[in-house]
């Protein structure tokens, strides 16, 4: 299976959100999963929270002893990343944890800035 039709798969179950959509989820938690440095370079969503890729599940398991609190399985996730692409695997991911609401920002972070809406400068401690 190529890169882009994985991709395609782990879409079909998403209904994902632009970002103009993100203002109105007042409620939805924003999972920034981008590396550290481009969070530095570019800043963040105000008010998401980074986690870092590899613990993503963990961190983010409803059920699970290593959680971060402030969530459970109704919370509407929105992961996002830089572009839009690695965000729809890490939601469909989430999904498949036990987060039917897990989905992603189409477009990602620069897609989310280019449609001029505000960003937090700097970068945030990840979750680890």
């Known amino acids: 299976m190529s890169a882009e039709a994985f991709l395609e798969q782990a879409r079909r179950d998403l209904r994902r959100v632009t970002p103009e959509e993100l203002a109105g989820l007042p409620d939805a938690l924003v999972v920034d999963i981008r590396p550290h440095h481009d969070r530095l370079a570019e800043g963040e969503v105000p008010g998401s929270v980074p986690v870092e890729r590899i613990v993503l599940e963990w961190r983010l398991d409803p059920h699970g002893e ?16 830089n572009e839009g692409y690695a965000s729809s695997l890490a939601a469909r991911d989430l999904q ?28 945030t401690p990840a979750v680890t």
């Open 66 to 81: 290593h959680r971060i609190p402030g969530f459970d399985v109704d919370t509407t996730v929105v992961v996002l990343c």
């Open 96 to 123: 498949r944890v036990g987060l039917p609401n897990a989905t992603d920002l189409v477009g990602g972070f620069r897609g989310y800035a280019a449609a001029g809406l505000p960003v937090r400068a700097g970068a």
